[in-house]
């Protein structure tokens, strides 16, 4: 089968490379919401939804993997954590996920293809509930606790040994033999009643603050705890520990990292050690010896679920016998030893009282229904997710329906039914025109989502534009975080990218503010003035002009040269677009090839430019408020804007590639596809995307295929990936 044949949906490579973008985008953030900030915004069931249509177009296409995959990362950086940062001697991994009977058997076959078993040789399986709880990793030497630590992104997490102190299932002393180190690794939870009454005292704790001081209280105003996850997480992650030893957690062992000496031969033999030893284990932990067992195993935990004292998502299952494990070891992120089995989302009735319109950084506008409170899985939902415009007509849901919910472990459900039916009352409305700017709200060709066109005007935009114009991967600018950004913005003093630039002129405003001080002020002002001259592709990247990533903006900028070109490349293509229109009868198709191909001429045959590119480039420039705010920033010339980006030069030094065309293909183990061509780009070479006769050396990683091919039929010369490394190497 070819690769177009295998493509899901019969995508296209490079509209699986804009996807992948947007995936790796998305699945990012809700990553920092989910782990950093303990306040996730979609559901589980959506959340896995996007990790599996990710894995998929990277199985269809192994080539565009990227650097930044979600299948290549665990939880989420902690850097802006203000806790103590601790590297874990052994990689703390995530799960693979399944969803259905069909998928657990996969894994048993794949773990007997992998260990070529004989038909008859039995698999014993251990499987117990999987606690929705925080990952935490607990050090003992000489059977003393003498650190913790939470998993942060696997490798690097957080130290929380002050606050794993004032948790009772904890031991500070393992009782027994004890080897020399031994880390234990498990979950941190919080029960379904100690969230109820945690929720309540925080409400009560801010009602009381507000008579003392004489106000009146806004119930709205309190942010309490989503669900016992988000409650653990937000508990153990604490500065400071005294506030973890007010709020009651729990903890059980499942599994351990490094170690000395495993006291066992098998998952089950380690586990009742564990038991000995102190630690509490989960009381559903079973041993299972064929598929039937496994089943049985899951359906009998989710049978006793809604009567546990704790929230569970699933029941993990993990081949017993050690040395099995240890033959089967890793994929990128996961065992290939173990395999989560998700539960379906838990079920409710309730009535859509109203549906909300919120608008996000990029312009899209969410519809968000409101419900009559109801009790899901131990949690009071009082919002539901409904996607955009097109699930509404979908599901003909209005304000005043009755409505089935689902959730699993989700903070904003999704509606699964409508049980209203079609009544004589019309459709919902959905906006033509933002809510908070008024301009035109419109959905691209071919997509479902509806966006603002104000972009920069827009209130609902501007505050997030600017958050993401200083984070990491645009300008970088230490010390001005979102609250600052939020509380500028309120006094008016950040109205777009350039005002950043002007707050020198408020040092002594900023600093008769609460909680600035001469040196802090001194520094963020520092920082800010260090960014006057700042690389170009991460101040195009910064303006966050749809679909132009920071990948793109690289791209884009190797192939003109000067940031400043851009608004007459965009008038050109704005001027191609309106003497070329798509036809009325025509196809999508001949129209974005159009586009592709001018797009690419016009950016100087930049990779990874497409019709999408070029219609967002044409069409930001083609605001008069996106060009304002670009002339305010930039300007036409060297000092006519408040930053002086210098001209985008890839330095590059002499190698044995210098000048010719290199071609990656395969499976890349040791680094990703954009680190490779990123090296070759250094080396002075072309890194290309296709094999032709112009191509001068391929790279072949597992799994090369029709590249591959073509390049033996061609005579190209072929390496693998170490002898990659040895010319980047010997390069220096």
């Not at 920092?32 to 306040?39: F, I, K, Q, S, T």
């Not at 309120?490 to 990218?497: F, H, N, Q, V």
Request: charged residues 30%; aromatic residues 6%.
């Amino acid at each position: 089968m070819n690769r177009d044949e295998a493509a899901p949906d019969g995508i296209s490579e490079a509209d699986a490379a804009n996807e992948l973008m947007r995936l790796a985008r998305q699945i990012r953030h809700h990553n920092r919401l989910y782990h950093a900030d303990d306040a996730p915004e979609i559901s589980d069931a959506e959340y896995d939804a996007l990790v599996r249509r990710n894995a998929e177009l990277e199985a269809a296409f192994p080539q565009l993997v990227r650097p930044d995959s979600p299948s290549q990362e665990v939880g989420h950086d902690i850097a802006a954590s203000p806790l103590s940062k601790v590297r874990h001697e052994v990689r703390m991994m995530s799960l693979d996920n399944a969803f259905d009977d069909e998928e657990v058997a996969d894994f048993v076959a794949r773990v007997r293809r992998f260990l070529a078993l004989d038909a008859d040789e039995p698999v014993a399986v251990t499987a117990e509930d999987k606690i929705d709880g925080l990952s935490c990793s607990l050090r003992y030497e000489g059977g003393r606790l003498v650190r913790a630590a939470t998993r942060g992104d696997g490798q690097v997490g957080e130290d929380v040994t002050a606050n794993v102190a004032h948790i009772p299932d904890i031991p500070q002393q393992l009782d027994g033999d004890v080897p020399e180190i031994f880390e234990v690794r498990g979950e941190v939870y919080m029960e379904r009643a100690a969230f109820t009454a945690l929720n309540e005292a925080l409400m009560e704790e801010a009602r009381a603050k507000a008579e003392a001081k004489g106000e009146s209280f806004d119930p709205e105003s309190v942010r309490q705890f989503a669900n016992p996850r988000n409650a653990a997480a937000g508990s153990l992650r604490q500065k400071d520990a005294s506030v973890t030893a007010r709020r009651p957690l729990r903890f059980w062992a499942h599994g351990w990292g490094a170690a000395t000496d495993v006291p066992g031969a098998t998952q089950h033999e380690v586990v009742e050690v564990l038991k000995r030893w102190g630690l509490p284990v989960s009381p559903d932990f079973r041993v299972s010896h064929s598929l039937e067992e496994m089943f049985a195993a899951y359906h009998a935990i989710a049978q006793g679920r809604p009567g546990l004292p704790y929230e569970i998502d699933g029941v993990v299952y993990k081949v017993d016998r050690l040395d099995w494990q240890q033959r089967l070891g890793f994929v990128a992120k996961a065992p290939r030893w173990a395999l989560a089995r998700k539960f379906p989302a838990e079920r409710a009735e309730t009535v859509l009282e109203t549906i909300d319109i919120q608008v996000g950084r990029t312009g899209k506008l969410t519809p968000v229904g409101r419900l009559a409170p109801v009790l899901v899985g131990g949690v009071t939902v009082t919002n539901v997710t409904l996607h955009n415009r097109d699930e509404i007509a979908r599901l003909g849901v209005r304000p005043g329906d009755r409505v089935v919910i689902q959730r699993a472990g989700d903070v904003i459900p999704q509606v699964v039914e409508n049980l209203t039916g079609d009544a004589d009352r019309p459709p919902f409305p959905f906006p033509g025109h933002c809510p908070e700017c008024g301009s035109e709200a419109v959905a691209e060709e071919g997509e479902v989502d509806v966006r603002c066109t104000g972009g920069l005007i827009c209130p609902a935009q501007r505050t997030e534009r600017l958050k993401h114009f200083v984070s990491r991967g645009a300008l970088d600018i230490e010390g001005l975080g979102e609250k600052t950004i939020d509380e500028f913005f309120a006094l008016g003093w950040l109205e777009s990218p350039a005002d950043i630039f002007r707050l020198k002129d408020r040092r002594a405003e900023i600093l008769a503010l609460e909680g600035w001080q001469d040196k802090s002020v001194d520094n963020l002002l520092a920082a800010v003035e260090n960014k006057r001259a700042p690389d170009a592709a991460r101040l195009l990247f910064g303006l966050g002009i749809r679909h132009i990533g920071a990948v793109t903006a690289r791209d884009m900028l190797k192939g003109i040269g000067d940031i400043r070109l851009l608004p007459g490349k965009a008038q050109e293509l704005f001027d191609y677009r309106e003497a070329h229109p798509r036809g009325p009868a025509e196809a999508i198709s001949p129209f974005k090839s159009r586009m592709a191909d001018k797009a690419k001429n016009v950016l100087g045959g930049a990779d990874g430019i497409g019709w999408a590119v070029g219609e967002a480039l044409a069409d930001f420039f083609h605001e008069d408020h996106n060009r304002d705010v670009w002339n305010d920033l930039i300007g036409a010339k060297p000092g006519d804007g408040v930053v002086d980006p210098p001209p985008y030069v890839v330095e590059t030094k002499e190698s044995p590639v210098s000048g010719k065309t290199v071609v990656f293909t395969g499976k890349l183990e040791t680094m990703s596809r954009d680190e490779a061509k990123a090296q070759a780009e250094r080396l002075g070479a072309k890194a290309a995307g296709s094999v032709s006769a112009k191509t001068d050396l391929l790279v072949a990683g597992p799994g090369a295929g029709s590249k591959l091919k073509k390049a033996e039929e061609l005579g190209i010369k072929v390496i693998d990936e170490a002898g990659w490394a040895a010319i980047v190497a010997a390069a220096g």
